[in-house]
């Protein structure tokens, strides 16, 4: 277990560094301009949300199972894989949207940049009880201000903006990065557990750098700030480790293990 847990905190602290990074850009680097740009920023972000997740965790899910033997066994693994990860990500990520964010509400940088440079009421848009009520107080002043949001002179892309327009909730921490890192922690924990040879160990550092585009796409767009995604990424990496040091995924793959 120590050879694996050294490995995972080499690489959590690479992809934390990288995520520093961030703060020595300006909001510049968070607006995009070009089509394909946004398309690719938008894809790797929706990969880390209430889409995308699950769709990954079904996949890993899968792909992990074809190490038991027999399609019964592969089929309780695949099961019991989804029910766990459901609870742990379904617990973090509304403790984190609905308690965390809404205590200490700290307004998103795209917010922030069009109260100061397009007059939007901030304050109003965050009198709003529902998200709902919120989404659509900005996207009538987004419609009503299209071709007029700019930086560096050039207008922001249309889909970055219908972006801005979902993203109605507080930002600190960012939801996407907690959830990316504690997926990826772990998931690179059972990927080292799992398998014995070189050849398919190395790719643990796959979902390490899924969640460091992930928590990026959300500084590029705008909608969280560099604090957001480097606390995001910290807090889910931590949950990880506690998660594999109270020995619940050693448990469960040692047992399946026994009963090949």
């Not at 766990?84 to 940088?109: D, T, W």
């Not at 998931?187 to 398998?195: A, C, D, G, Q, T």
């Not at 998660?243 to 793959?253: S, T």
Request: proline residues 2%.
């Amino acid at each position: 277990m120590k050879a694996r847990v050294k490995q995972l905190l080499i690489m959590a602290l690479i992809c934390l560094l990288v995520l520093t990074s961030t703060f020595l850009l300006s909001f510049g680097f968070s607006a995009i301009h070009d089509g394909w740009a946004a398309s690719f920023w938008l894809f790797i972000s929706d990969s880390g949300g209430t889409l995308g997740v699950p769709l990954i965790t079904i996949v890993f899910c899968v792909l992990v199972s074809w190490h038991n033997k027999g399609w019964k066994r592969k089929m309780l693994s695949i099961i019991f894989s989804l029910i766990a990860f459901s609870i742990v990500l379904g617990v973090v990520a509304r403790l984190n949207e609905y308690f965390i964010k809404e205590q200490l509400k700290v307004q998103r940088p795209n917010i922030q940049f069009l109260s100061e440079e397009k007059g939007f009421d901030s304050h109003a848009f965050y009198a709003y009880e529902s998200k709902e009520e919120r989404q659509r107080y900005l996207m009538h002043f987004l419609r009503v201000e299209s071709g007029q949001i700019t930086f560096d002179g050039e207008a922001l892309h249309v889909k970055v903006l219908e972006h801005w327009g979902q993203e109605t909730g507080y930002s600190f921490p960012s939801g996407h990065s907690f959830n990316a890192f504690l997926m990826a922690t772990v998931m690179s924990y059972i990927i080292l557990f799992v398998y014995t040879d070189f050849r398919r160990r190395r790719f643990f550092i796959l979902p390490f750098i899924w969640a460091t585009l992930v928590a990026l796409s959300r500084v590029i767009l705008g909608v969280h700030s560099p604090l957001d995604i480097t606390c995001g990424a910290a807090m889910g990496i931590l949950i990880g480790y506690s998660v594999i040091y109270l020995r619940l995924i050693d448990r469960l793959l040692k047992q399946k293990t026994d009963e090949k």
